[in-house]
């Protein structure tokens, strides 16, 4: 009588288990295709060359006071209006948690995040040492990387797209 019950909890047991299994690599796919929208608008695409690089001929921005008015326009960020947009003073900006010119109500936001400077007519990003990291166009920054109009910006759950 035991071993029918003992062959049924057997079963049982690796039949959570594949379940369980299915859903991490669910999880996992999920998660790698987060923020992608799964599609390209024709404008964005016309900027990258098949590299990911983007084409010198686009030149740089004009100088300020020439219409160089760099800022961050919300795609979505919990606590923010979507659309609503944050222009970048020249003394830059920080993105977090705390005290910071733009707060991120976002529990896998740091307390100081990142930060974007203006060096003359370039805008950088900068990645402040965060827990979850920061991530523009889908990758994770290394270090400081210089914005272009059309780039996107995610921490954790708040997405941002640059607009000059």
């Excluded at 288990?17 to 964005?44: C, E, I, K, N, T």
């Amino acid at each position: 009588m035991l071993a029918p019950v003992s062959v049924g909890l057997k079963f049982g047991f690796l039949i959570v288990l594949y379940l369980f299994l299915l859903w991490v690599a669910w999880s996992a796919l999920r998660d790698l295709r987060r923020g992608r929208g799964g599609v390209v608008r024709a404008d964005s695409a016309a900027r990258y060359d098949a590299t990911g690089m983007y084409d010198a001929a686009t030149g740089l921005a004009e100088p300020d006071g020439n219409g160089f008015e760099p800022r961050l326009r919300v795609e979505q960020a919990p606590g923010h209006e979507t659309g609503s947009a944050y222009e970048i003073p020249s003394q830059g900006a920080t993105l977090g948690r705390g005290d910071v010119e733009i707060r991120l109500d976002d529990p896998f936001a740091s307390t100081h995040h990142a930060r974007i400077s203006r060096e003359g007519h370039v805008v950088v990003i900068e990645d402040l040492g965060s827990t979850n990291g920061t991530y523009l166009n889908e990758e994770p920054l290394t270090g400081p990387q210089p914005l272009h109009p059309g780039d996107r910006i995610r921490i954790g759950d708040c997405e941002f797209s640059y607009e000059q």
